[in-house]
């Protein structure tokens, strides 16, 4: 009898770790991959652990740190680690997309958010208007100049087009584009350069200021180059004489535009938290098999230094 019974103590001790184990299995494992670790992917990594959270999902999060052999690696060991989708920026719209399209093939759903791939099994692409971001900006820079004496805007250009030229082109032409249209006057290209990191971009723009004292204005396509762009400004001695406008939206550079330099003008942000607490959303709700939208377009938010209430209220202040 006392055989029997740690026989039968034996076999539910089995049923419970397997039962456990079962249990752990059939939850939904989601991989998030960023690009880079500044900020806005800083701000993006935070909003998909918070939809990981409220949503009682595993969530790991790789960054590839544009480096496309390791976001090759990272796609994948994820699907080799068993998870059920990839929330993915990928960093290039065609080079990406035979690793990713591996992942699909092995039954892993792809939600792409930030960057586009040239390919249609993504079940989701989450991302503000590439071309709405610059075009806003625009938009402001266009009235801070209507105040300006001159006909000719002198303007540098820090970009990424060696990273993403899709989107970088996209925000670019859409700045220059409104801001000649609306301003009413002649744009001037003194230069056009890669900047995407503050260091680079730091870098880049204090040599354009070198070369370029009497240019009017940086305009910067995303937060390191605005960032940089600041900052050389200011090393070069330039504040109230060279003003910065830029795209995406972050604390440090909220902080710019409440600064009394007079330097940051105004930015276009992305709202990263929203778009990664959604990218995650949006692929536990495809595997769930819920329907999803194939395009989310998540709306910009302009800051500027002309409306400190509203910058205050991005702040939280």
Same mark, same amino acid.
């Given at each position: 009898m006392k055989r029997f019974l740690i026989m039968m103590l034996l076999i539910l001790i089995a049923m419970s770790a397997w039962s456990a184990a079962t249990a752990e299995d059939d939850g939904i494992r989601i991989a998030g991959i960023i690009f880079q670790n500044d900020q806005f992917f800083q701000v993006i990594q935070d909003g998909m652990e918070a939809a990981a959270e409220d949503l009682g999902v595993d969530l790991v999060i790789g960054n590839s740190d544009n480096d496309p052999q390791k976001e090759i690696e990272l796609v994948n060991n994820y699907v080799v680690s068993g998870v059920d989708a990839i929330a993915i920026s990928p960093l290039s719209e065609t080079a990406s997309v035979q690793a990713l399209q591996d992942a699909n093939e092995e039954g892993v759903a792809v939600v792409l958010y930030n960057s586009p791939l040239a390919a249609d099994f993504p079940v989701s692409y989450l991302n503000s208007s590439q071309t709405q971001l610059g075009l806003s900006t625009g938009a402001a820079?266009?009235? +801070?100049?209507?105040?300006?004496?001159?006909?000719?805007?002198?303007?540098?250009?820090?970009?990424? #087009?060696? $990273?993403?030229?899709?989107?970088?082109?996209?925000?670019?032409?859409?700045? $220059? #584009?409104? $801001?000649?249209?609306?301003?009413?006057?002649?744009?001037?290209?003194?230069?056009?350069?890669?900047?995407?990191?503050?260091?680079?971009? $730091?870098? @880049?723009?204090?040599?354009?200021? @070198?070369?370029?004292?009497?240019? #009017?204005?940086? +305009?910067?396509?995303?937060?390191?180059?605005?960032?940089?762009?600041?900052?050389?400004?200011?090393?070069?001695?330039?504040?109230?004489?060279? %003003?910065?406008?830029?795209?995406?939206? @972050?604390?440090?550079?909220?902080?710019?535009?409440?600064?009394? #330099?007079?330097?940051?003008?105004? %930015? @276009?942000?992305?709202?990263?938290?929203?778009?990664? +607490?959604?990218?995650?959303?949006?692929?536990?709700? +495809?595997?769930?098999?819920?329907?999803?939208?194939?395009? %989310?377009?998540?709306?910009? %938010?302009?800051?500027?230094?002309?409306?400190?209430?509203?910058?205050?209220?991005?702040?939280g202040n």
């Open positions: 820079a266009a009235d +801070y100049f209507a105040a300006v004496d001159g006909d000719t805007i002198r303007v540098a250009v820090l970009a990424f #087009d060696s $990273l993403l030229p899709e989107i970088s082109d996209a925000r670019v032409s859409g700045f $220059l #584009d409104e $801001l000649e249209a609306q301003s009413g006057k002649a744009i001037e290209i003194v230069s056009r350069q890669d900047g995407w990191l503050a260091e680079m971009g $730091l870098q @880049t723009a204090g040599d354009i200021l @070198t070369a370029n004292p009497d240019i #009017d204005m940086i +305009y910067a396509a995303n937060e390191g180059g605005t960032v940089g762009a600041v900052q050389a400004v200011r090393n070069a001695g330039l504040a109230g004489e060279v %003003v910065v406008f830029g795209i995406d939206a @972050t604390e440090q550079l909220a902080q710019f535009l409440l600064d009394g #330099d007079d330097v940051l003008q105004a %930015v @276009t942000g992305q709202q990263p938290f929203r778009i990664g +607490y959604d990218s995650v959303a949006t692929a536990v709700a +495809y595997v769930n098999g819920e329907s999803v939208d194939e395009t %989310v377009i998540v709306p910009g %938010v302009l800051l500027e230094r002309a409306n400190p209430d509203g910058v205050n209220e991005f702040l």
